[in-house]
Protein backbone atom coordinates (compact mmCIF):
# COMPACT_ATOMS: atom_id res chain seq x y z
CA UNK A 1 0.00 0.00 0.00
CA UNK A 2 1.13 2.99 -1.09
CA UNK A 3 2.01 5.60 2.20
CA UNK A 4 -0.36 8.61 1.72
CA UNK A 5 2.00 11.17 3.76
CA UNK A 6 4.99 10.14 1.77
CA UNK A 7 6.41 9.56 5.08
CA UNK A 8 9.84 7.35 5.83
CA UNK A 9 9.16 5.09 9.12
CA UNK A 10 12.48 3.46 9.22
CA UNK A 11 14.48 5.36 11.71
CA UNK A 12 18.38 5.56 10.87
CA UNK A 13 20.16 6.86 13.87
CA UNK A 14 22.89 10.07 13.04
CA UNK A 15 26.46 10.77 14.30
CA UNK A 16 28.90 12.73 13.84
CA UNK A 17 31.48 11.14 11.74
CA UNK A 18 35.46 11.37 13.02
CA UNK A 19 37.47 14.36 11.61
CA UNK A 20 40.82 12.95 10.13
CA UNK A 21 42.51 14.74 12.61
CA UNK A 22 41.04 12.34 15.41
CA UNK A 23 42.69 9.42 12.96
CA UNK A 24 46.20 11.20 13.79
CA UNK A 25 45.38 11.75 17.05
CA UNK A 26 44.71 8.05 17.77
CA UNK A 27 48.00 6.93 16.09
CA UNK A 28 50.64 9.27 17.82
CA UNK A 29 48.57 8.42 21.11
CA UNK A 30 48.86 4.44 20.65
CA UNK A 31 52.79 5.17 19.37
CA UNK A 32 53.27 7.33 22.63
CA UNK A 33 51.73 4.63 24.82
CA UNK A 34 53.68 1.69 23.29
CA UNK A 35 57.12 3.79 23.79
CA UNK A 36 55.69 3.87 26.90
CA UNK A 37 55.15 0.60 27.44
CA UNK A 38 58.40 -0.67 26.10
CA UNK A 39 61.19 1.28 27.48
CA UNK A 40 61.89 2.28 31.05
CA UNK A 41 63.52 6.11 30.59
CA UNK A 42 61.91 8.04 27.58
CA UNK A 43 61.98 11.20 27.50
CA UNK A 44 60.51 13.88 25.00
CA UNK A 45 63.22 16.12 22.43
CA UNK A 46 61.72 19.56 23.00
CA UNK A 47 62.89 21.88 20.52
CA UNK A 48 60.40 24.69 21.69
CA UNK A 49 58.88 24.04 18.00
CA UNK A 50 55.22 23.83 16.99
CA UNK A 51 55.71 19.96 16.59
CA UNK A 52 57.56 19.40 19.96
CA UNK A 53 54.71 21.52 21.52
CA UNK A 54 52.16 19.25 19.59
CA UNK A 55 53.54 15.93 20.42
CA UNK A 56 54.02 17.02 24.14
CA UNK A 57 50.24 18.38 24.09
CA UNK A 58 49.42 14.46 22.39
CA UNK A 59 51.61 13.37 25.56
CA UNK A 60 49.45 15.12 28.08
CA UNK A 61 46.61 13.42 26.34
CA UNK A 62 47.79 10.33 26.38
CA UNK A 63 48.04 9.67 29.75
CA UNK A 64 45.30 12.44 31.14
CA UNK A 65 44.67 12.88 34.24
CA UNK A 66 47.87 10.63 35.17
CA UNK A 67 50.98 12.98 34.29
CA UNK A 68 52.88 12.87 31.24
CA UNK A 69 56.08 10.02 32.80
CA UNK A 70 58.45 11.62 30.60
CA UNK A 71 61.09 14.48 30.78
CA UNK A 72 61.68 17.01 28.42
CA UNK A 73 64.96 17.09 27.45
CA UNK A 74 66.48 20.28 25.34
CA UNK A 75 69.78 20.77 23.66
CA UNK A 76 70.71 24.39 23.90
CA UNK A 77 73.02 25.19 21.93
CA UNK A 78 73.94 28.70 23.43
CA UNK A 79 72.83 30.44 20.61
CA UNK A 80 68.80 29.36 20.68
CA UNK A 81 65.85 32.65 20.00
CA UNK A 82 65.03 34.09 23.82
CA UNK A 83 61.43 33.72 23.27
CA UNK A 84 62.28 30.06 22.56
CA UNK A 85 63.99 29.42 26.09
CA UNK A 86 60.77 31.30 27.70
CA UNK A 87 58.30 28.94 26.03
CA UNK A 88 60.54 26.00 26.90
CA UNK A 89 60.50 26.61 30.41
CA UNK A 90 56.90 28.01 30.21
CA UNK A 91 55.88 24.48 28.59
CA UNK A 92 57.29 22.27 31.27
CA UNK A 93 55.51 24.45 34.01
CA UNK A 94 52.37 23.82 32.14
CA UNK A 95 52.53 20.16 32.15
CA UNK A 96 54.28 19.60 35.22
CA UNK A 97 57.00 17.90 33.41
CA UNK A 98 60.71 17.31 34.52
CA UNK A 99 63.31 19.30 32.50
CA UNK A 100 66.74 18.38 31.24
CA UNK A 101 68.83 20.50 29.39
CA UNK A 102 72.08 19.48 27.67
CA UNK A 103 74.95 22.05 26.41
CA UNK A 104 76.63 22.52 23.65
CA UNK A 105 78.51 25.16 25.30
CA UNK A 106 79.40 22.44 27.78
CA UNK A 107 80.37 20.04 25.22
CA UNK A 108 82.33 22.82 23.83
CA UNK A 109 84.53 23.80 26.63
CA UNK A 110 85.00 19.86 27.77
CA UNK A 111 86.47 19.45 25.10
CA UNK A 112 84.18 16.88 23.20
CA UNK A 113 83.21 19.42 20.43
CA UNK A 114 84.76 22.36 18.91
CA UNK A 115 83.00 25.32 17.75
CA UNK A 116 82.65 25.91 14.53
CA UNK A 117 84.60 28.82 12.89
CA UNK A 118 84.14 30.86 9.23
CA UNK A 119 81.23 31.85 7.16
CA UNK A 120 78.84 29.61 7.92
CA UNK A 121 79.84 28.61 11.40
CA UNK A 122 76.77 27.08 13.29
CA UNK A 123 76.26 24.43 16.42
CA UNK A 124 73.38 22.03 14.77
CA UNK A 125 75.45 19.51 14.00
CA UNK A 126 77.54 19.99 17.11
CA UNK A 127 73.90 18.68 18.89
CA UNK A 128 74.57 15.32 17.97
CA UNK A 129 77.59 14.71 20.74
CA UNK A 130 75.34 16.66 23.60
CA UNK A 131 72.13 14.28 22.76
CA UNK A 132 74.00 11.48 22.62
CA UNK A 133 76.14 12.57 26.11
CA UNK A 134 72.59 13.14 27.63
CA UNK A 135 71.15 9.77 26.62
CA UNK A 136 74.33 8.01 28.35
CA UNK A 137 74.36 9.96 31.27
CA UNK A 138 70.14 9.98 31.76
CA UNK A 139 69.93 5.81 30.99
CA UNK A 140 67.18 6.64 27.98
CA UNK A 141 65.80 4.35 26.24
CA UNK A 142 63.88 6.03 23.65
CA UNK A 143 63.79 9.86 22.54
CA UNK A 144 60.04 10.85 21.29
CA UNK A 145 60.51 13.48 18.26
CA UNK A 146 58.01 15.73 16.79
CA UNK A 147 59.85 15.16 12.64
CA UNK A 148 57.79 13.96 10.49
CA UNK A 149 58.41 12.22 6.71
CA UNK A 150 56.91 15.59 4.82
CA UNK A 151 59.85 17.89 6.15
CA UNK A 152 63.09 16.08 4.29
CA UNK A 153 64.14 13.52 2.29
CA UNK A 154 66.35 11.87 5.07
CA UNK A 155 63.13 12.22 7.45
CA UNK A 156 61.16 10.46 5.11
CA UNK A 157 63.19 7.36 5.35
CA UNK A 158 62.82 6.58 9.39
CA UNK A 159 60.57 4.98 10.77
CA UNK A 160 58.31 5.02 13.24
CA UNK A 161 60.25 3.44 16.17
CA UNK A 162 63.39 4.36 14.58
CA UNK A 163 66.41 2.16 16.23
CA UNK A 164 70.05 3.42 17.08
CA UNK A 165 72.87 1.28 17.66
CA UNK A 166 75.20 1.57 21.00
CA UNK A 167 76.80 4.48 19.50
CA UNK A 168 73.74 6.27 18.62
CA UNK A 169 74.12 5.96 14.93
CA UNK A 170 71.38 5.66 12.31
CA UNK A 171 71.97 3.03 9.37
CA UNK A 172 68.58 3.82 7.01
CA UNK A 173 69.89 0.47 5.07
CA UNK A 174 68.75 -1.68 8.06
CA UNK A 175 65.27 -0.51 8.38
CA UNK A 176 63.18 -2.71 10.24
CA UNK A 177 59.46 -3.54 8.76
CA UNK A 178 56.56 -1.45 10.47
CA UNK A 179 53.73 -3.80 8.96
CA UNK A 180 50.15 -3.20 10.44
CA UNK A 181 50.98 -0.48 13.08
CA UNK A 182 53.19 -3.23 14.77
CA UNK A 183 56.62 -2.32 16.08
CA UNK A 184 59.91 -3.46 16.26
CA UNK A 185 61.06 -2.48 20.03
CA UNK A 186 63.96 -5.19 20.44
CA UNK A 187 67.28 -3.42 21.30
CA UNK A 188 70.25 -4.62 23.25
CA UNK A 189 72.35 -2.78 26.28
CA UNK A 190 73.44 0.15 25.32
CA UNK A 191 70.88 0.91 21.84
CA UNK A 192 68.17 3.21 22.03
CA UNK A 193 65.28 4.17 19.89
CA UNK A 194 63.84 7.47 18.71
CA UNK A 195 60.17 7.59 18.20
CA UNK A 196 58.38 9.83 15.52
CA UNK A 197 54.67 9.73 16.43
CA UNK A 198 54.20 12.46 14.08
CA UNK A 199 55.23 10.44 11.17
CA UNK A 200 52.63 10.63 9.18
CA UNK A 201 51.51 14.16 9.36
CA UNK A 202 51.98 17.35 7.10
CA UNK A 203 52.82 20.62 7.98
CA UNK A 204 49.28 21.42 7.31
CA UNK A 205 47.89 18.95 9.40
CA UNK A 206 49.96 20.04 12.14
CA UNK A 207 48.76 23.75 12.36
CA UNK A 208 44.79 22.31 12.36
CA UNK A 209 45.25 20.39 15.28
CA UNK A 210 47.46 23.25 16.58
CA UNK A 211 43.96 25.32 15.97
CA UNK A 212 41.74 22.57 17.05
CA UNK A 213 43.74 22.17 20.13
CA UNK A 214 44.47 25.56 21.06
CA UNK A 215 48.21 24.96 21.65
CA UNK A 216 50.63 27.40 22.44
CA UNK A 217 53.50 28.16 20.73
CA UNK A 218 56.22 30.85 20.86
CA UNK A 219 55.48 34.24 19.29
CA UNK A 220 58.19 33.75 16.64
CA UNK A 221 56.16 31.27 14.35
CA UNK A 222 53.49 35.11 14.17
CA UNK A 223 54.01 38.09 12.19
CA UNK A 224 56.25 40.23 14.20
CA UNK A 225 59.02 43.15 13.57
CA UNK A 226 62.10 41.92 13.70
CA UNK A 227 66.22 43.30 12.38
CA UNK A 228 67.26 40.64 9.82
CA UNK A 229 69.80 40.44 7.03
CA UNK A 230 69.74 38.59 3.30
CA UNK A 231 72.19 35.94 3.13
CA UNK A 232 72.27 33.06 0.31
CA UNK A 233 68.62 33.47 -0.16
CA UNK A 234 67.93 33.40 2.98
CA UNK A 235 66.42 36.13 6.09
CA UNK A 236 68.11 35.99 9.00
CA UNK A 237 67.30 37.42 12.19
CA UNK A 238 70.31 39.71 13.57
CA UNK A 239 70.54 39.21 17.13
CA UNK A 240 74.18 39.73 17.38
CA UNK A 241 75.17 35.86 16.88
CA UNK A 242 75.77 35.71 12.99
CA UNK A 243 78.13 38.22 12.04
CA UNK A 244 77.58 40.51 9.00
CA UNK A 245 79.63 39.70 6.17
CA UNK A 246 80.95 42.66 3.76
CA UNK A 247 77.75 43.91 1.68
CA UNK A 248 74.80 42.27 4.15
CA UNK A 249 72.85 44.67 5.74
CA UNK A 250 70.34 44.63 8.78
CA UNK A 251 67.05 45.71 7.69
CA UNK A 252 63.64 45.79 9.47
CA UNK A 253 61.18 43.13 8.27
CA UNK A 254 57.53 41.65 9.37
CA UNK A 255 58.77 38.13 9.70
CA UNK A 256 57.62 34.88 10.62
CA UNK A 257 59.20 31.59 11.32
CA UNK A 258 58.50 28.48 9.87
CA UNK A 259 60.20 26.24 11.40
CA UNK A 260 62.21 26.93 14.46
CA UNK A 261 65.66 25.53 15.02
CA UNK A 262 68.55 28.30 16.51
CA UNK A 263 69.61 31.77 15.41
CA UNK A 264 72.07 30.47 13.06
CA UNK A 265 70.06 28.11 11.17
CA UNK A 266 66.99 29.40 11.13
CA UNK A 267 65.46 31.34 8.16
CA UNK A 268 62.64 34.02 8.29
CA UNK A 269 59.60 34.12 6.22
CA UNK A 270 58.42 37.78 4.94
CA UNK A 271 55.11 38.00 5.83
CA UNK A 272 52.05 39.63 7.82
CA UNK A 273 50.12 36.17 8.76
CA UNK A 274 49.47 37.35 13.04
CA UNK A 275 47.00 34.58 13.83
CA UNK A 276 46.76 31.10 13.10
CA UNK A 277 43.91 31.22 10.73
CA UNK A 278 46.21 33.53 8.77
CA UNK A 279 49.01 31.05 8.46
CA UNK A 280 47.17 28.39 7.34
CA UNK A 281 46.04 30.60 4.98
CA UNK A 282 49.70 31.35 4.02
CA UNK A 283 50.58 27.19 4.17
CA UNK A 284 48.19 27.00 1.52
CA UNK A 285 49.14 29.31 -1.04
CA UNK A 286 53.28 28.72 -0.53
CA UNK A 287 55.24 27.17 -3.13
CA UNK A 288 58.28 26.47 -1.27
CA UNK A 289 59.07 23.89 1.61
CA UNK A 290 58.61 24.00 5.15
CA UNK A 291 62.56 23.33 5.74
CA UNK A 292 62.89 25.67 2.72
CA UNK A 293 64.67 28.53 5.02
CA UNK A 294 66.85 26.14 6.92
CA UNK A 295 70.58 27.08 6.80
CA UNK A 296 71.67 23.48 8.24
CA UNK A 297 69.65 21.54 4.81
CA UNK A 298 71.58 23.47 2.66
CA UNK A 299 75.13 22.65 3.25
CA UNK A 300 75.18 19.60 1.20
CA UNK A 301 72.26 17.07 -0.71
CA UNK A 302 72.83 14.87 1.78
CA UNK A 303 73.43 17.10 4.69
CA UNK A 304 70.05 15.71 6.99
CA UNK A 305 71.00 12.30 6.34
CA UNK A 306 75.20 12.25 6.83
CA UNK A 307 73.93 14.39 10.36
CA UNK A 308 71.16 11.58 11.80
CA UNK A 309 74.00 9.05 11.06
CA UNK A 310 75.82 10.53 13.51
CA UNK A 311 73.41 11.02 15.97
CA UNK A 312 71.46 13.84 15.59
CA UNK A 313 67.77 14.19 15.69
Known amino acids: MNN ?13 MPDY ?22 VILFSGGKDSATVTHLAHKAFFPAP ?5 LHIDTGHNFKEV ?56 EACIGGA ?5 KARAKERVFSHRDILGRWNPQ ?10 NTRKN ?20 YIKRENIALPSLYFSHERKVFRRNGIWFADEGIIPLMPGEVSETHMVRFRTVGDVTSSGATLSNAATIDEVIHEILQSNTS ?24
Open 4 to 16: PDNTNNTTFETYN
Open 21 to 42: LDYLEAEAIFIIREAAAQFKNT
Open 68 to 72: VPFAL
Open 85 to 140: LKFRDQTAERYHMKLWIASVEDSIKQGRVKDEEGYDASRIALQSVSLLDAISNYKI
Open 148 to 152: RRDEE
Open 174 to 183: HQRPELWHLY
Open 189 to 208: EGEHFRVFPLSNWTELDVWN
Open 290 to 313: ERGGRADDKRSENSMEQRKREGYF
